[in-house]
């Protein structure tokens, strides 16, 4: 079974200035995470999709952060501008958990952004 | 969403069991307890999961008491890879129909030789 893929793993970018981020769940999986993780800390959700609807987006700054997931499959996080303090390791995950089931997520190995 | 709260780091000697433990005061009645563990660079990887009682695979143990107010993952006999950051999670359906995943700071077990 494939895993989650992300890209890019690593960007580099300067604040101000745009970026986006891909993720390609498991197949079949109709939830998707989206996670930034700061270094040193736990990852925390920026937002939740099942199938192609949005089910929690409440810590997603959406001033600046934006992710769709068109056709319930692959989905993009977007930040635009960036600033200094986004600079962490963004985390995608999906699994197959629906009303009353409980199953383990899967996770990317992550893009890790830095904004200079 | 129910906090957990767990120890900032441990530290074992290679061979031993460790056991992390994890409170979550407010956990609620459809909420099942699940445990993560991150290595550097990667992305956090499921290791067990439990709603009461005790739950046993082929990499830990899960022990929750009868309150389900803390939980402790136990892992027999560790080794130098195990060392990592072991993260408890507590959460039942959101507000669609997939569960959330909440991760708190999570527990930096070191593994010496």
């Known amino acids: 079974e494939a895993g989650v893929a992300q890209s890019p793993r690593y960007k580099i970018i300067e604040k101000r200035q745009s970026v986006a981020f891909w993720c390609n769940p498991i197949s079949g999986h109709a939830t998707l995470y989206w996670y930034q993780q700061i270094l040193g800390q736990g990852p925390k959700l920026l937002i939740q999709f099942q199938n192609n609807g949005v089910v929690d987006d409440s810590q997603l700054p959406k001033d600046r952060f934006s992710a769709e997931r068109l056709k319930g499959v692959d989905s993009t996080l977007k930040i635009q501008p960036a600033k200094l303090e986004d600079s962490a390791v963004y985390l995608c995950a999906s699994s197959s958990a629906g009303v009353n089931r409980d199953t383990e997520a899967f996770f990317g190995q992550g893009t890790r952004l830095t904004v200079v | 969403l129910a906090k957990t709260t767990q120890p900032i780091s441990m530290d074992s000697y290679e061979g031993q069991e460790v056991n992390i433990t994890c409170s979550h005061n407010?956990?609620?009645?459809?909420?099942?307890i699940t445990w993560y563990q991150q290595f550097p660079s990667q992305g956090p990887r499921f290791i067990i999961q439990?709603?009461?009682t005790k739950v046993t695979n082929e990499v830990a143990s899960l022990f929750i008491p009868a309150d389900r107010k803390s939980s402790t993952l136990s892992l027999p006999r560790v080794s130098l890879s195990d060392t990592a950051v072991y993260y408890c999670?507590?959460?039942?359906?959101?507000?669609?129909?997939?569960?959330?995943?909440?991760f708190g700071s999570g527990t930096q077990l070191t593994v010496l030789p």
């Open positions: 439990g709603y009461k």
């Open positions: 999670l507590v959460g039942g359906p959101g507000s669609g129909s997939a569960r959330q995943l909440t």
């Open positions: 407010n956990i609620a009645t459809n909420d099942y």
